[in-house]
């Protein structure tokens, strides 16, 4: 099992930049591949960004790319997503996962954070 732990959610304006973290532990989590989520009120829970930890390679939907970057920071086993010029929109909560498979489905992540709520005014 792997154990993952959001931060840095907060109120931002529209427009403005954000950067969560999620630190991860666990047996074998380098193997895995972790992604970032968001579900707002009443919708499904949305794909944002994946990695291959071991490669190091990032994945993204098309509406994603360009906005949002997720990077990892192995000294301290922390996946991080940049994002930028936020969206009303884009306000959820936003979770970090961690599975066997580079997928984009929910359901193919084994385990989750608590998730950090992100909110943007406009």
């Known amino acids: 099992q792997v154990q993952l732990v959001e931060s840095g959610g907060g109120l931002v304006q529209a427009g403005d930049s954000l950067r969560l973290s999620c630190a991860a532990s666990?047996?074998?989590?380098?193997?895995?591949?972790l992604g970032w989520f968001r579900q707002a009120p009443g919708e499904e829970r949305e794909f944002v960004t994946g990695?291959?930890?071991?490669?190091?390679?990032?994945y993204y939907p098309d509406s994603m790319e360009g906005r949002f970057t997720m990077s990892t920071e192995s000294a301290n086993n922390t996946v991080s997503l940049q994002m930028n010029r936020l969206q009303p929109e884009d306000a959820a909560v936003y979770y970090c996962?961690?599975?066997?498979?580079?997928?984009?489905?929910?359901?193919?992540?084994?385990?989750w954070g608590q998730g950090t709520q992100v909110t943007v005014s406009s």
């Open positions: 996962a961690a599975g066997e498979y580079k997928s984009r489905r929910p359901q193919d992540y084994d385990d």
């Open positions: 990695i291959t930890w071991s490669a190091g390679s990032t």
């Open positions: 666990g047996r074998t989590f380098s193997t895995y591949r």
